[in-house]
């Protein structure tokens, strides 16, 4: 597990549910790591154009922009075409799956997620 | 049983009464009308459990801090019999903890979930009045293909497909129950890493 050392790493978790976004913030926050927060995928991306992100924790279905796109909108920028970009979502289709893999995601943790498996997923990402 | 308070007042306008006032009152109309009820329902009874949820996470959120604080303090506390059973304690905590962050989550889902239903209820209400497109089986074909897409996570695909094969109600429910079982035993989801 993460300890003090990731302080320094920050991640950026979008999803348009704040219940979602609190859970995820608990989890990543106990771990060390700062949390910035995005509703929608144009909100996390004018961010992460903005300021600089160690990984991108991502759901799929939110207004505006949903986070296939973000995730593909995101790896077309060349400060981004390495970070590691996580789809966290209730999504469990193949299709929708494999669209996340070709946009450029790193993987796809399906949703409820357990804080232990998901901070173990992020450090071996990192 | 006294059944009295149930009979209509003449003097109060009743469902009935309004619904009889309807102009052009149609069958289809009646079924739409009940639809956008049973939506605006599960409408009113979500905001109110947002409020309730949005309650519960901010004291969870005092919770956690309270734990991490005590977690701190532990740390500096030097080697004594107290110590480890306050160690002990601690990790009753997180694993309370973790076990009620997975738990939150599925108030996430039950809100998509119910979205869902209110969206499939909407677009029946509105696709009943349209009788040129009630009549035709190829067009309720097209609605139930349009609302299984609005479906996105297992449970719901596999209780979308059960009911459109026509499973009866016994067979929903045993599929229901099989779910929850499924539930207690890996409440978590899957990771994959490309």
């Given amino acids: ?30 771990a060390g790591y700062r949390v910035v927060q995005a509703v929608d995928g144009v909100e996390a991306l004018d961010f992460a154009k903005n300021s600089a992100v160690d990984l991108v924790l991502t759901d799929v279905n939110m207004p505006r922009m949903d986070g296939i796109t973000l995730v593909r909108e995101l790896r077309g920028l060349s400060t981004y075409k390495f970070t590691p970009m996580l789809v966290l979502t209730t999504e469990s289709g193949q299709d929708t799956k494999q669209r996340g893999k070709q946009a450029g995601a790193t993987g796809w943790i399906m949703k409820p997620f357990s804080p232990e498996q998901l901070l173990s997923t992020i450090a071996r990402v990192l | 049983m006294d059944l009295a308070h149930l009979q209509p007042n003449p003097n109060e306008s009743t469902d009935d009464t309004v619904m009889m006032r309807v102009a052009t009152w149609t069958p289809e109309q009646q079924i739409a009308r009940l639809l956008d009820l049973c939506e605006a329902q599960m409408e009113s009874a979500l905001s109110e459990s947002d409020v309730a949820v949005e309650a519960l996470i901010k004291s969870f959120s005092g919770l956690i801090e309270a734990g991490q604080a005590l977690g701190s303090l532990g740390e500096k506390t030097p080697a004594e019999a107290g110590a480890a059973d306050l160690s002990r304690q601690l990790d009753a905590l997180r694993k309370q903890t973790a076990a009620a962050i997975v738990a939150f989550q599925f108030y996430d889902k039950l809100t998509q979930r119910l979205g869902h239903v209110r969206y499939s209820l909407s677009a029946l209400a509105m696709f009943i009045c349209d009788r040129a497109k009630s009549g035709e089986r190829e067009q309720w074909k097209r609605m139930f293909s349009t609302l299984r897409r609005l479906y996105r996570t297992e449970e719901e695909r596999e209780l ?19 779910s929850t079982l499924t539930l207690r035993t890996a409440p978590t989801g899957e990771i994959e890493i490309f």
């Fill in chain 2, 160 to 178: 979308f497909k059960l009911m459109v094969d026509g499973a009866t109600a016994e067979e929903a429910r045993e599929h229901i129950q099989q």
């Fill in chain 1, 1 to 30: 597990m993460p300890g003090p050392s990731q302080n320094s790493r920050v991640i950026l978790a979008v999803d348009d549910s704040a219940s979602m976004r609190q859970m995820v913030r608990f989890t990543l926050e106990s």
